[in-house]
């Protein structure tokens, strides 16, 4: 199964299928707004805003599975998200990211790219996936790699 097979849910509540993001650099996101890590919403903002016409796209996906640190309906994440973080690229409803219910995008991704000492599974907010633009999961990151320093494996992708 392909990542562009997947759909998935916006905050507003629309499906959207993962194939309308063919061909194009994605960096995928497990997020919360009440996470040491939030402030990284900044620097993924700052990504969209700089590679968005070369091909990037960020997709934001929160969770309340660590600590329920996403505690919040999908209209006050939103309203958070753009009025605390000016974030602009697309978010989506509240996903679970593992376990036994984990959304199935977020299943083949830990599949397709391990974790430290090669664990599946999605330790906390704010882990990072890209994919290149044929769709395959290239690197994993983890929660505490800043937004910018991903920014080279971003360029070369984008190439």
């Not at 999908?74 to 593992?98: D, M, Y």
Request: with cysteine.
């Amino acid at each position: 199964m392909s990542l562009y097979d997947f759909e998935v849910t916006t905050i507003r509540g629309e499906t959207k299928r993962m194939a309308e993001y063919e061909g194009k650099v994605m960096l995928i996101v497990n997020t919360a707004s009440k996470c040491g890590f939030t402030p990284q919403y900044k620097g993924l903002q700052q990504l969209h805003e700089k590679y968005a016409d070369q091909g990037l796209q960020v997709l934001g996906f929160p969770s309340n599975q660590f600590a329920g640190q996403e505690p919040d309906d999908e209209g006050t994440i939103e309203r958070n998200c753009l009025l605390h973080h000016g974030v602009t690229f697309p978010l989506h409803a509240k996903t679970e990211v593992k376990g036994p219910n984990a959304h199935p995008l977020f299943r083949h991704l830990t599949s397709e790219a391990r974790g430290f000492l090669g664990t599946k599974v999605i330790k906390w907010n704010f882990t990072k996936f890209l994919v290149d633009r044929r769709g395959r999961v290239v690197k994993r990151f983890a929660p505490n790699v800043a937004p910018e320093k991903i920014e080279p494996y971003i360029r070369k992708y984008l190439k």
